[in-house]
């Protein structure tokens, strides 16, 4: 790929006839490159982040979809630094279609993904991966585009004034570094909280396009031909055109895709920084879902089944004292508060948005109990594991409930560590019980009992347990898809656990009978506690680490 040639001779000329002729002086044609330089790099990292972002919400796992879309673009990258060098005795023509072209391809590529994901993502079959392809071929087309950017500007820089090409490199990666700084810093704190994923990659498009033209149809007209003036100001104003076109109708294409993931029964859609919070159905008898950035947390259908599997074989033994870390939807506390004994419940829940749609929404609120309005519930938002680390190291909780989501979330696999049950279990009691969830079963085994060796890793005692759902069509529980929840045995995975003996699965003495819901028509028996013990036994999966937050292993 890198073309063997001799050094040019010392004083060769330059490839092209003569300096530029410009409609400015030489200082000020350096320095207008040289800002066209730092836009270009602020927008190509803005695409970078744009990518990261939106692959992490759809696709999950935001240190693999970071990894892959990193990769693959500086591979592009360098790939497409060697193919402009084909280019750059026409390097001013060349650099404008090139940024017209990554305008059209970066300021689109969040709303082709999204579509992508929304309209094909329970095709299934060989389609099943077509996000994560979708999302290959734009992390190597942007690569490309912005690989080709360097050597031409480097072309175009030496045709304003010829230096030692030290120095042209050097005013070229100034200028770069600090664009890519100041993209990297805007995406999180103006572009998207401000106008979303996807108008702001958009309006990077714009900005983009608008400025290579610029330089080049206002700096360097002089080296284009009347033709390809021309067509490169049409090229751009199509550009412009198809991203203000996208950017109208923005709002209708989103309320569109949402319906195609959630269903036509969204009722609340909630955008709090980066995340999204929806609710759907809850009304007329329709089953309430809560979705957080994409994911299902509390599906109305079998939520009752999965927060009794939950809490109730944790609350056999003295339960004064409860600690409900996450479950800011306020379902795992209602299970608590079932029993009269409890005299305080401290929830720790990281999104405040969350929390604040169980207090307000009149469908959320009655289905979790008005939990929020009781005495003894005391709300902290704050992550987690800050929470443990920070508190008081002493055994005060009788009972700890983990209502988090899938270890197989980057985001929460610090909540899975050996460090995490190390601090959970400084605060529990000699004879109190830890309940994980540790996600499904059938489809993660590897990671279900990662989670119980590194809960014994951490000390504990474990029980581990399995239940299905037993409702057709039903959500698998917390951090599952609609797309992928239609595809998906319904079952999940859970682990009790104790500093002292290993705890018996147990319903515990005064346990309502009346807790379930009448949908279900099945009661949570000790008979179905032996039958799950039983189901994830069947499962194990032997000689696994635990799983640490230097070394994680979901």
């Known amino acids: 790929m890198i073309e063997p040639h001799a050094p040019a001779p010392p004083g060769a000329p330059p490839p092209w006839a003569g300096p530029a002729r410009l409609p400015v002086r030489q200082r000020t044609g350096r320095f207008l490159v040289l800002a066209c330089v730092f836009v270009c790099a602020a927008c190509g990292l803005v695409y970078e982040l744009e990518l990261v972002a939106l692959a992490s919400y759809l696709i999950g796992d935001s240190v693999t979809q970071a990894s892959v879309v990193l990769s693959v673009m500086v591979f592009a990258m360098g790939v497409g630094s060697l193919a402009a060098k084909r280019l ?18 970066g300021g689109c590529s969040a709303m082709a993904l999204y579509a992508v994901f929304a309209w094909t993502g329970d095709w299934g079959g060989p389609w099943a991966s077509g996000p994560r392809w979708l999302l ?19 072309e175009l820089i030496q045709r304003i004034r010829r230096q030692d090409a030290g120095g042209a ?24 909280p401000q106008l979303g994923q996807l108008t702001g990659a958009m309006l990077t498009g714009a900005v983009n396009a608008v400025v290579g033209a610029a330089l080049v149809l206002g700096l360097f007209r002089r080296d284009l031909s009347r033709r390809a003036r021309r067509l490169l100001l049409g090229a751009n104003l199509a550009v412009l055109g198809v991203l203000a076109t996208a950017t109208v109708l923005v709002d209708d294409f989103e309320q569109a895709a949402r319906e195609a993931v959630y269903g036509d029964d969204v009722r609340v859609v909630l955008q709090t920084g980066v995340r999204e919070i929806a609710l759907t159905g809850g009304t007329d008898g329709r089953p309430l879902d809560l979705y957080v950035d994409g994911r299902l947390r509390v599906g109305g259908r079998a939520g009752d089944r999965y927060h009794e599997a939950l809490v ?94 899938d270890p197989g979330s980057t985001a929460s696999t610090k909540l899975y560590s050996q460090e995490f049950y190390g601090l959970v279990r400084r605060v529990l009691t000699p004879g109190g019980r830890l309940v994980v969830h540790a996600g499904p079963v059938s489809s993660r085994p590897r990671a279900f009992w990662t989670v119980e060796a590194t809960l014994r890793a951490a000390g504990l005692h474990t029980t581990p347990y399995r239940l299905t759902a037993r409702v057709p069509g039903s959500p698998v529980g917390p951090d599952r898809t609609a797309r992928a929840a ?24 005064g346990t309502p009978g009346s807790r379930l819901s009448p949908r279900l028509n099945s009661h949570l028996t000790e008979g179905d506690l032996r039958a799950a013990e039983r189901a994830a036994e069947a499962t194990r999966v032997r000689g696994l680490t635990a799983s640490t937050l230097v070394h994680p292993r979901y």
């Open 88 to 105: 750059r005795w026409h390097a001013a023509a060349a650099f404008g279609a090139l940024e017209a072209l990554l305008a059209l391809v």
């Open 136 to 154: 290959v071929a734009f992390s190597l087309a942007i690569g490309l585009l912005i690989g080709a950017e360097v050597p031409l500007l480097m």
């Open 169 to 192: 490199v050097a005013d070229l990666f100034a200028a770069d570094y600090v664009g890519a700084l100041v993209g990297g810093l805007a995406f999180p704190f103006l572009l998207l």
């Open 312 to 405: 109730h074989p944790a609350m056999d033994g003295p339960h004064a004292r409860v600690l409900v870390l996450g479950g800011g939807d306020g379902l795992a506390a209602r299970e608590v508060l079932r029993y009269s004994g409890v005299r305080r419940v401290d929830l720790v829940a990281l999104d405040p948005a969350v929390v604040d749609l169980a207090r307000r929404d009149p469908a959320l609120s009655r289905l979790n109990g008005h939990v929020y309005g009781d005495a003894r519930v005391h709300v902290t938002v704050t992550d987690a594991f800050r929470s443990l680390r920070t508190g008081p190291p002493v055994p005060s909780y009788d009972v700890v409930i983990a209502d988090l989501p």
């Open 486 to 509: 239609s595809r998906t045995p319904d079952d999940w995975g859970f682990v009790l656990a104790s500093p002292g003996a290993r705890p018996p699965l147990l319903l515990g003495d």
